[in-house]
């Protein structure tokens, strides 16, 4: 079956570095969903990524979905303490299969 | 806020009693799901329901019983639940938008302690 693999499963970076997790498909996706989890809450949707090779930008988050459609990156520039939690991406036809999801955790 | 209330936000439990978790969401969309998440498995799907009608069942074990009544509400019925499935279980609806997903809206999920 399907599998969406998502590295690293821990980033712990000094407050103001940047932050990069990649999610990586053994099939062709139809899309790729990002979301955000805070400690203690529940995952939010950040963005959708449909076409190949699609960039979406939101203020210091950019999110790359890959050629082949298979892998997505989202990177964080300049993090800060409100953007630690866990980030998954979720990708799928007809059904969204979840990372296992990074943590992001920031030293002020 | 979210548009998807989850009650209650914790049980405890022990493994002979029977319990329901409950699921409300006022988004009107046609499709919800629920999601274990435990330490082991981050988010792993258990059912799916479209148009009120199931889906999906991911090889969940019978001690999980599902219900969607209507397209607004879904309930998960437990039943001699082990300590193992101790876990958050969060909803989550969306609509449903062809072979593309739509993005799914999560409760705050229920904290389940089976003792």
């Known amino acids: 079956g399907q599998q969406v693999m998502q590295i690293p499963q821990y980033q712990h970076v000094q407050e103001g570095e940047d932050f990069t997790t990649y999610c990586n498909s053994s099939?062709?996706?139809?899309?790729i969903q990002w979301y955000k989890q805070r400690p203690g809450g529940h995952p939010v949707f950040l963005i959708q990524?449909?076409?190949?090779?699609e960039v979406k930008k939101q203020k210091r988050l950019t999110f790359q979905f890959g050629e082949a459609k298979k892998n997505s990156s989202l990177h964080i520039t300049a993090t800060q303490t409100t953007d630690v939690g866990t980030y998954f991406c979720?990708?799928?036809?007809?059904?969204?299969?979840f990372g296992d999801g990074t943590t992001l955790t920031v030293k002020p | 806020e979210t548009g998807v209330t989850q009650t209650p936000r914790h049980l405890v439990m022990g493994m002979t009693n029977k319990k329901s978790l409950k699921c409300e969401q006022h988004?009107?969309?046609?499709?919800m799901y629920w999601y274990k998440q435990s330490a082991k498995k981050p988010l792993e799907l258990m059912f799916v329901?479209?148009?009120?009608?199931?889906?999906e069942n991911n090889s969940v074990p019978s001690r999980f019983s599902p219900e969607c009544p209507n397209s607004s509400h879904l309930f998960l019925h437990l039943h001699t639940l082990q300590p193992e499935d101790s876990a958050l279980y969060l909803c989550?609806?969306?609509?449903?938008?062809?072979?593309?997903?739509?993005?799914?809206?999560f409760g705050n999920g229920t904290r389940l302690t089976v003792t």
């Open positions: 990524l449909v076409k190949s090779g």
């Open positions: 099939t062709t996706l139809s899309n």
């Open positions: 988004l009107g969309h046609n499709a």
């Open positions: 979720a990708g799928g036809a007809g059904k969204s299969t």
């Open positions: 329901y479209s148009l009120e009608e199931r889906v």
């Open positions: 989550a609806s969306s609509h449903l938008a062809g072979t593309v997903d739509s993005p799914l809206h």
